[in-house]
């Protein structure tokens, strides 16, 4: 909703069913003006989005763990004839709730299956069926007053009554009934979830384990712009070579030198979230690259040793997120939803960013950071979908994605054919032009995204591949 003074969303309440929880949503703009009317295809979006998110892995709270822990085949061999019925019912139901759906194929072929499933698993035990949506299930796309009439923008509004009526169906074939929560906006429940323990990377060796040739583009013409976003394998997480001691010096030169306050940042809100980065990071690195790392322990604090150097960092310390960067070759950022459902840097260890200072984008919204940057297609191709993909994330996936650009100079930390580091963002009088070939150089970041569990902040790992262009064209597959 644009520019309307205060929307407050009320939980439709029923006497006969379960209401939907909503907690708050609310939202505010400084330009108070009249209800604008939306345009009348909202109810098939809302259905559209509504099973889209239905058919999320993690949309059924189940608080009975026994039952929740039970296989599909498990579940099946429990259920009497009777509970057969009531889960084809109440499938039907959300059959006719999501009729105008555009995602017919993938309900069919994944998301009935997973959804009967996880139905059953709640009729067997005679539970409510309780149902959380990670996110407001439709966010209106009027942004302008081009429309004629003088009807509110029903968006929300017909989101949630279609809900409601769902869950009041559902009651009338299976007496416990049924519950749907939609998580406000800025709110996180910490969950108790402890990443796999990686086993040790194979031969992993300071000298001679080379970095992995990411090669984030392709030839030819037909390029489509998207979030590139992939599952990635939690033994994976970070990813270290023999460019380890180099980046170390490098980042040890910058944390403590006279740019150090500046290149890591953290908002007080966002301690807890610091401290779970480097707990997080540490445990993995001594179980990845135990031949790098080691714990030690006083009868105060523990603490992670580099067997390398033997330098010694606290777990505990003043500033965990400087000393997690210093662990490894990634910067790390941290993100948290705000009220507003945007996702803002509220803490960063930024000491190798090219072309970008984090005083500049600190306490920033994740779309002005991407607009202000001037990112190609963003507002068009990447906006929505990296919104609601950051708002469904959870904690018990982890995801990468690749970028890459050209630098016109050899430095890994600051690209200063752009302009000084200290003066960026007055103009670039000062930025060099017609480089030469020795100097253009490769530049691509591999971000490993997770969602940290105690906090909730989306933790960001950015490890900069740099090297030659000269050396990329030597390559096989380059044509």
């Known amino acids: 909703v644009n520019g309307i003074a205060s929307l407050l969303l009320v939980p439709i309440r029923n006497p006969k069913a379960p209401s939907i929880v909503i907690g708050f949503l609310s939202f505010t703009s400084n330009v108070p003006r009249e209800w604008t009317p939306g345009d009348m295809v909202l109810l098939e979006m809302a259905r559209d989005l509504v099973s889209a998110t239905l058919c999320h892995p993690d949309i059924f709270i189940n608080l009975d763990h026994e039952i929740a822990h039970l296989s599909a085949t498990e579940v099946e061999a429990r259920l009497s004839d009777e509970q057969h019925a009531t889960v084809d019912r109440i499938v039907v139901l959300f059959e006719k709730m999501r009729r105008q759906s555009k995602i017919k194929d993938l309900w069919v072929s994944l998301g009935m299956s997973a959804f009967k499933y996880k139905l ?65 906006f800025g709110t996180w429940t910490p969950v108790d979830f402890l990443a796999p323990i990686p086993p040790a990377y194979p031969n992993w060796s300071i000298e001679t384990t080379n970095p992995l040739p990411y090669r984030p583009f392709k030839y030819g013409s037909d390029y489509f712009v998207t979030t590139g976003i992939r599952r990635l394998d939690w033994d994976d997480w970070i990813e270290l070579d023999n460019q380890w001691i180099r980046y170390q010096n490098i980042k040890l030169a910058r944390l403590f030198g006279e740019r150090a306050s500046r290149l890591c940042m953290t908002v007080p809100e966002a301690c807890d979230a610091a401290l779970e980065t480097m707990e997080s990071v540490s445990e993995y690195l001594v179980c990845r690259y135990p031949s790098l790392f080691q714990f030690k322990y006083s009868a105060t604090q523990k603490q992670i040793q580099i067997k390398a150097t033997g330098e010694v960092y606290r777990i505990h310390s003043d500033d965990p997120l400087k000393y997690a960067a210093l662990l490894i070759q990634d910067d790390l950022a941290l993100v948290i939803e705000g009220v507003d459902g945007q996702h803002y840097l509220i803490a960063g260890a930024i000491p190798l960013p090219g072309f970008w200072r984090l005083e500049d984008k600190f306490n920033m919204s994740l779309t002005e950071i991407h607009t202000t940057g001037n990112v190609p297609q963003f507002r068009e191709k990447l906006q929505e979908g990296m919104e609601r993909f950051f708002q469904k994330m959870t904690s018990v996936k982890a995801f990468v994605r690749y970028n890459y650009s050209i630098q016109t100079d050899g430095e890994l930390t600051w690209s200063s054919s752009i302009g000084s580091e200290e003066t960026f963002g007055r103009g670039r009088k000062d930025a060099r032009s017609n480089p030469c070939i020795e100097n253009i150089h490769f530049r691509s970041e591999r971000q490993a995204l997770r969602r940290l569990p105690r906090s909730g902040a989306i933790l960001f790992t950015v490890r900069t591949y740099f090297l030659p262009i000269i050396d990329i064209s030597q390559e096989l597959s380059v044509p």
């Open 120 to 184: 059953a698993r709640f009729i067997i035990s005679n539970q409510t069926i309780a149902m959380a949506l990670p996110a407001f299930p439709f966010k209106s796309r009027n942004t302008n007053s081009n429309v004629i009439g003088t009807l509110p923008d029903m968006g929300e509004a017909l989101a949630l009554a279609n809900l409601n009526s769902f869950a009041l169906q559902v009651s009338e074939v299976y007496p416990p009934g049924c519950k749907i929560l939609v998580k406000p």
